[in-house]
């Protein structure tokens, strides 16, 4: 039926997720690493900034399943596939991607945000959406009511849906749903999970009842629907915090230890090489590469078959060159950390056992270092989401075909000079980034809090 | 101390090399100044005329580093690695697309760039750490708890937000300062005060919960512990002892910024219009003039280099014990 496409980007996603659960497996094992989990686990917000992060991950990776659909054939002839590349978000959205209007038009209207002239009319009106609030007819009294029946059921919905989760868990846990939902309870804090969940799983609900007959975010200048773009961009935003400190990592813990416990010559040599590329200002050195990049995806168009093909090599291009412009920090710290650890007895007593170097640096300073690793690793994500928007309206962000963020908020700004103003775009792309942003930083403050070993005290 | 600052000046010239040689193999290696003219001229406009006269008029029709044509010195001088890169060190940056001088157009406009980032400078600094001294006084109460969340809150909003939003509700409802523009003088004042109010407000979250956690590491410390034994009320120890020794950490962060206010800010210049080096870099960028985006790179990293020599001569002043040699 349809031919699945795995884009660099997703097989990239997939080695990570599958390096996340690999990592979970083995540090259930560790003892001072189930307690630090366990830290986080107990942390209520951690919980429900994890539950927030968990949703968009989930949006984020259904839109990694990519496919092309197969075109409708002649019988005997060879199957055809279509050139547009899919993902199973597009599919489960289908409706939402294919009732486009011609223009603008706000949440929930029922007419074109602008008037246009009539084939059989003098006068200018505003045409009808061709889909927002079309079930209504011509009688366009009922629409508030229809909202609030839509927005009512939605809720319902969405409630259901969470009590029957709830009771789930509690039957599997074999807990009553009120010992669960009390305060305090020991253990994980589960609690604050399925209290952010209900908000969420509610949104959802009024979304998708709601999404049925209205654009509920309004639509683009293209006529695009904007809920649509902002699920779609979830991705991209995932993207680039994630496989830019997948990229960067190798090389600033690498060198960074390399440089600590060496010394020496070696040491300068790193030294020179990060303080030089950090004294370049961060965002010009980002611009002077992704316009290089940018000669180069253009003076070799054979490189890639499809549009997507090339929009996403420059998405991985952004990470690489993100990756390569900020590991500077990282080795910095990892050095002057790998310096102290040099000192201490343990690292001692291995040299004095003859231990060979490599091997002390793997098995006595690498773990040692894994907490500062996993805290830039963290505290970096919401950085990069953020600098995404940045760079796009700078113009060295991701391919203007590329749904993000970014590009949302870029096309959105042309139009603020507008009166009235066109705002729904920019609410949405700010709302979702926002939620992203926050649920990642709050985290990340619960995961520097359990690993790093000053801030306990 | 002269001495040391010497040091520090020539240990200088290796980066400022690096750069320079990173920036020339990332404009002119990674792609030949013809990939730069068939991707500026266009697809329909490319012909072998039209690459050459490209490349002549800004002058990339030389050799990359080594013109065998020419004789004596002239095989190193008249190459594009020295015309282009390596004069840069003495100021001369070339013109830029549009004719202009650049070194020229960079000294009008730092002025603007001035108007705009020391005033944000200035007062983001002040308004942070008072915050965080509040927050910190305040300890472990709910000021302090919803002040620290209120912090990552802001931190988690997009730095265009705070823009995008601050002209609209100031400038477009309220109707208080021009949405844009500027202009010389005392004149500018209603220009600047948006770009400045709103650049600190955006910049107060994360940099509040940076000190907040500098003055906190600071309160455990012995000697905090004596004055407040001594009985000193805990307004004079947070004053007058831990603002000032916490000074150290909070220079480190701070001074490396002072010389890159020079460079302005990319986003609030271009979205306020205002002439400033920041804008000049965005328009650079989107209109792939590389000759400037080029400079730009080359004086950031000359300022940032400044702001860590700065750095540690602020630190003499700041600690009597920092003896540097």
Redesign the interface.
């Given at each position: 039926m349809i031919q699945p496409v795995v884009l660099w980007s997703d097989a990239l996603l997939f080695v990570l997720i599958a390096a996340i659960v690999a990592l979970t497996l083995w540090a259930r094992r560790q003892d001072a690493l189930r307690a630090a989990w366990g830290r986080v686990l107990k942390d209520g917000m951690a919980m429900a900034a994890a539950t927030v992060l968990a949703v968009f991950v989930l949006i984020g990776l259904l839109d990694s399943l990519h496919y092309r659909a197969r075109l409708p054939a002649q019988p005997g002839a060879e199957a055809r596939y279509a050139v547009e590349v899919h993902s199973a978000l597009d599919a489960l959205l289908s409706d939402l991607r294919q009732r486009g209007e011609k223009t603008y038009s706000a949440p929930l209207a029922t007419h074109l945000f602008a008037r246009e002239a009539l084939e059989n009319s003098t006068q200018r009106e505003f045409p009808r959406l061709q889909h927002g609030g079309a079930h209504l007819g011509a009688d366009l009294s009922g629409h508030e009511f229809d909202i609030a029946v839509r927005v009512s059921r939605g809720c319902a919905g969405g409630l259901v849906i969470w009590l029957l989760l709830v009771s789930a868990w509690c039957r599997w846990r074999g807990v009553a749903v009120v010992e669960m939902l009390k305060v305090g309870a020991g253990g994980p804090a589960i609690r604050p999970v399925f209290l952010t969940l209900l908000p969420i799983l509610l949104l959802f609900g009024i979304a998708i009842a709601v999404g049925g007959g209205y654009h509920v975010f309004g639509t683009d200048k293209v006529g695009q629907d904007v809920l649509y773009l902002s699920l779609k961009s979830i991705r991209t935003g995932l993207l680039i915090g994630t496989l830019t400190t997948l990229v960067m990592l190798p090389l600033a813990v690498l060198l960074g230890i390399l440089a600590g416990y060496v010394g020496g010559w070696v040491d300068d040599l790193i030294q020179?090489l990060y303080?030089?590329?950090?004294?370049?200002?961060g965002?010009?050195?980002i611009?002077?590469?992704v316009?290089?990049m940018?000669?180069?995806i253009?003076?070799h168009p054979e490189w890639f078959a499809t549009s997507a093909e090339r929009a996403d090599a420059r998405l991985l291009a952004l990470c690489l060159i993100l990756g390569m412009t900020s590991w500077t920090g990282v080795a910095r710290l990892l050095r002057g950390e790998t310096l102290k650890l040099r000192e201490l007895e343990f690292v001692q007593a291995a040299q004095a056992f003859g231990v060979g170097r490599f091997a002390i640096m793997r098995r006595h300073i690498l773990p040692n270092l894994m907490h500062i690793v996993l805290i830039a690793l963290v505290m970096d994500f919401?950085g990069l989401v953020?600098a995404e928007?940045?760079l796009s309206?700078?113009?060295?962000g991701v391919d203007p075909t590329t749904i993000s963020?970014g590009t949302m908020?870029n096309t959105a700004?042309m139009e603020?000079a507008r009166e009235p103003?066109v705002w729904w775009s920019?609410a949405a792309a700010?709302s979702f980034?926002?939620a992203l942003?926050?649920a990642?930083?709050?985290f990340a403050?619960a995961v520097r809090d359990a690993f790093d070993p000053r801030a306990s005290? | 101390m002269l001495a040391y600052i010497i040091r520090r000046l020539l240990y200088a010239i290796p980066i400022l090399i690096g750069v320079n040689l990173l920036t020339f193999a990332l404009f002119f290696v990674v792609n030949t100044p013809d990939d730069m003219a068939r991707m500026q001229l266009g697809v329909k406009r490319v012909t072998p005329e039209a690459i050459q006269k490209w490349k002549a008029e800004r002058g990339y029709d030389q050799p990359l580093v080594w013109n065998s044509a020419a004789a004596g010195t002239a095989t190193v001088t008249e190459t594009i690695f020295f015309s282009k890169s390596v004069r840069m060190f003495v100021g001369d940056f070339g013109r830029a697309d549009d004719g202009r001088d650049i070194a020229r157009e960079i000294a009008t406009r730092m002025g603007p760039s001035l108007a705009i980032a020391v005033p944000t400078f200035v007062l983001g600094l002040f308004v942070a750490i008072s915050f965080a001294l509040l927050l910190v006084f305040f300890r472990a109460t709910a000021l302090d708890i919803s002040g620290v969340v209120l912090c990552v809150a802001m931190m988690s909003i997009s730095g265009l937000f705070y823009i995008i939003g601050g002209q609209w509700l100031v400038s477009k409802v309220w109707h208080l300062v021009p949405i844009s523009g500027y202009s010389g003088g005392v004149d500018a004042a209603k220009f600047l005060i948006l770009p400045v109010i709103i650049g600190v407000i955006g910049g107060i979250g994360a940099s509040t919960r940076w000190y907040r956690t500098i003055f906190l590491e600071e309160i455990t410390r012995d000697y905090v512990r004596t004055a407040r034994a001594k009985g000193l009320p805990e307004r004079v120890v947070l004053f007058r002892h831990v603002l000032r020794n916490a000074l150290i950490p909070i220079l480190t962060g701070v001074v490396v910024v002072i010389p890159t206010l020079f460079m302005g800010s990319l986003l609030t210049e271009s979205f306020f219009g205002i002439p400033g080096l920041g804008s000049y870099t965005i328009d650079a960028i989107n209109a792939q003039d590389f000759a400037v985006v080029r400079s730009m790179v080359f004086i950031g990293s000359v300022l940032y280099i400044v702001g860590l020599l700065l750095t540690d001569l602020s630190y003499t002043l700041a600690d009597p014990r920092v003896r540097l040699q």
């Open positions: 020179y303080t030089t590329l950090s004294s370049i200002p965002v010009l050195l611009a002077a590469a316009l290089m940018q000669v180069i253009d003076t919401s953020l928007a940045v309206y700078v113009g060295v963020f908020i700004r603020l103003m920019l700010f980034m926002f942003v926050l990642a930083n709050l403050d005290a | -």
